[in-house]
């Protein structure tokens, strides 16, 4: 340890001279993020690497250096990939972990690393790349959950259930159609994922510190060999932007939402009193006290967990909220609530999954349900309005007075006798029974985007077809 800025790094002195002793503790314990951004390690070593080999074609260092260096950052993924690299508090973050270690393994030659380089820059293409990766993951995900949604929706593409607004039963339709539902929501999500991986799909790498460099360097070189599409454009942005983990943080916290909704139609359909599914045991527990019981636990914590998403979204919003242009302390905060988020939602993601692939339909529960409550009452009155030509609103009218009767009579419409439906509105002929039952109505509704078994059909046609381009 001849070189004296070599000796610097070993010391944990990288800002060199200027400061007589060591950070306080408390000082350390607040600035240090090496305990979270150790997730960047490796694209923390292939920007670097990158970052090496446009210098080196560029001129800016010598190629042996560049050879060196690659080695040494090599050498260095290994030991970390191996749980051999000692990380250490004392050099704060990945970024100086990675180039203290790079100096003993290589000597001076690390030191040539940093040229036209700021850990400004360093840090913002490393967790754009970590960010990027993630999204990808998110999307595949999606798919998995779509896929199997389609599937459920394409077995039970004539299974009816009742439809609710405000919870109460209002129509029958279609289970599959209720899956299908589903598949629009994740579409969206994953469209989310696309389109904010295309937006920040730049490398920020050689903005530097915050106004760009007199090096020759060749941004664009970096930006092709890290998988970005182009170089960001402005070097003030390029250190300050973090949209891509607030857009990740938001097309989490949407996609969560959605989770949400599921997980909570799973817990009611999983009700002794619905009964409509029966979740695996795998998905499920019992409980320790009541042997009756099957809690739908996995359900319940997606549930809970977008509480979380949701959370660490308003958290860094907070975070950028009024920050100056360029650099802050206080972005070093954006890496938690992203990586918590992730690995949240790959979990709520993978559990989905699973519960949707397993879980047993009970299709006579969900037709006895889907007859209950007059919910074919307004089949009587379209019936009304087409075949005698009533105005709407006294079919309406005239229905009421249907479904008054068949409460009093403690029965369904559909068992009322044609002579007591003819007292409340002489027109009506024995046709009118062809749409009162539940399999009738469902098969009716062949507006397009509505329940009928030959339009969900079509839907899951259109979406396979549309998923295998994805
Ligand atoms: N650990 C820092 C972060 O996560 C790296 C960037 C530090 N830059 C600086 N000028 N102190 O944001």
């Given amino acids: 340890m001849s070189d004296s800025k070599t000796s610097n790094i070993a010391g944990n002195q990288m800002w060199g001279g200027r400061f007589a002793s060591g950070p306080a503790a408390i000082m350390q314990a607040i600035n240090a993020s090496i305990s979270f951004d150790k997730k960047l390690f490796a694209e923390d070593i292939r920007g670097s690497i990158a970052h090496s080999e446009m210098l080196a074609e560029q001129g800016i260092i010598t190629k042996a250096d560049q050879k060196k260096i690659a080695k040494g950052l090599k050498t260095i993924l290994g030991e970390i990939e191996a749980g051999t690299f000692a990380f250490s508090e004392k050099l704060e973050d990945i970024h100086m972990n990675v180039e203290a270690r790079l100096a003993e393994l290589i000597g001076p030659a690390a030191g040539r690393l940093h040229t036209a380089r700021s850990r400004n820059d360093q840090v913002a293409v490393d967790f754009r790349l970590w960010t990027k990766n993630e999204f990808l993951r998110v999307a595949e995900a999606l798919k998995g959950l779509i896929a199997a949604f389609l599937e459920r929706a394409e077995d039970h593409a004539a299974s009816v259930m009742p439809g609710f607004t405000h919870m109460q039963a209002a129509q029958p339709v279609i289970f599959g159609h209720h899956c299908m539902a589903y598949v629009e929501m994740f579409a969206r999500d994953l469209s989310r994922v696309k389109d904010a991986v295309e937006r920040m799909n730049e490398s920020p790498l050689g903005a530097a510190a915050l106004a760009g460099t007199g090096f020759p360097i060749d941004r664009h070189m970096t930006a092709k060999a890290l ?100 650099y802050s302390k206080d972005m070093q905060e954006d890496k938690e609530a992203v990586f918590d988020a992730a690995e949240t939602l790959d979990l709520m993601l993978a559990a989905m999954t699973g519960m949707v692939r397993d879980m047993t339909i009970d299709t006579a529960a969900m037709k006895r349900a889907a007859g209950a409550g007059f919910s074919t009452a307004t089949d009587l009155a379209d019936w009304l309005v087409r075949t005698l030509n009533l105005p709407f609103r006294e079919a309406h009218h005239v229905t009421g007075r249907a479904v008054a009767l068949a409460e009093a009579k403690k029965t369904g419409l559909e068992k009322l006798a044609l002579a007591d439906l003819q007292a409340i509105h002489p027109g009506i002929t024995a046709d009118v029974f062809s749409v009162l039952s539940v399999q009738n109505s469902v098969k009716s509704r062949t507006s397009y985007g509505g329940t009928a078994p030959s339009e969900v059909r079509k839907q899951v046609r259109a979406w396979k077809k549309r998923l295998a381009k994805l």
């Fill in 227 to 326: 998988g970005f599409r182009e170089p960001t454009r402005n070097s003030l942005d390029s250190v300050s932007d973090r949209d891509y983990a607030l857009e990740f943080l938001s097309v989490a916290a949407i996609c969560a939402t959605h989770l949400s909704r599921l997980a909570e139609e799973i817990v009611i359909w999983s009700t002794p009193q619905f009964g409509f599914v029966r979740l695996s045991d795998s998905f499920s527990t019992g409980s320790s006290i009541m042997p009756q019981k099957k809690n739908p636990d996995a359900a319940e914590l997606v549930r809970a967990k977008t509480g979380r998403i949701n959370g660490h979204l308003v958290g860094l919003l907070t975070v950028m909220k009024g920050l100056p242009l360029t």
